[in-house]
């Protein structure tokens, strides 16, 4: 059994430098992330997080004490914890969506949909758009054609 979080958050980062700090974030959680053996996806825009983290269920504890503390996004939306038996992203992968119509048509209004649901049924969705955009195993990037044809379906 592997345990699991997933939250979409409001980012706070300013537009200008929104690049810059995701690139800091992608980084910082790789090493963090890797040293603390968990996996899953991070996605961002210039108004949503979405994370989802598997692994021990005392690492992600660490991790989230972390993240709730950092000042880069606010209004979390945490799933309740979630068990899997097996992992759904074995690799740890990462996606900046930048300003533009595709984001702000398909991806935030996923992420907006999904936060505040998270407890109902928007962590199901949030997790099975994922999986279609980033499948397991993969390094494929993220498919705009393919998410904007699965938005569609949300």
């Known amino acids: 059994m592997v345990d699991a979080v997933l939250y ?7 537009e200008a430098g929104a690049v810059e700090q995701f690139m800091d974030i992608k980084f910082t959680s ?15 825009t210039p108004v949503y997080f979405a994370q989802f983290l598997q692994g021990k269920g005392s690492s992600l504890g660490c991790v989230m004490q972390s993240i ?22 074995p690799r740890w992968q990462t996606g900046w969506f930048g300003p533009g119509s595709f984001t702000h048509n398909y991806v935030e209004r996923l ?5 505040g649901h998270l407890a109902e049924q928007g962590a ?9 955009i980033l499948p397991a195993g ?3 990037p993220f498919c705009r054609h393919s998410f904007a044809k ?3 379906f949300v």
Do not use: Q
């Open 30 to 44: 790789l090493a963090r992330n890797s040293a603390l053996d968990l996996t899953g996806f991070l996605i961002a």
């Open 68 to 89: 709730r503390r950092d000042e880069r996004h606010t209004e979390i939306d945490e799933a309740p914890l979630l068990h899997f038996d097996e992992l759904l992203f």
């Open 8 to 14: 979409v958050s409001r980012s706070t980062i300013p």
């Open 138 to 140: 993969t390094s494929r």
């Open 111 to 115: 992420l907006g949909e999904c936060h």
């Open 124 to 132: 199901a969705a949030l997790l099975r758009s994922m999986k279609t």
């Open 150 to 152: 699965l938005c569609k």
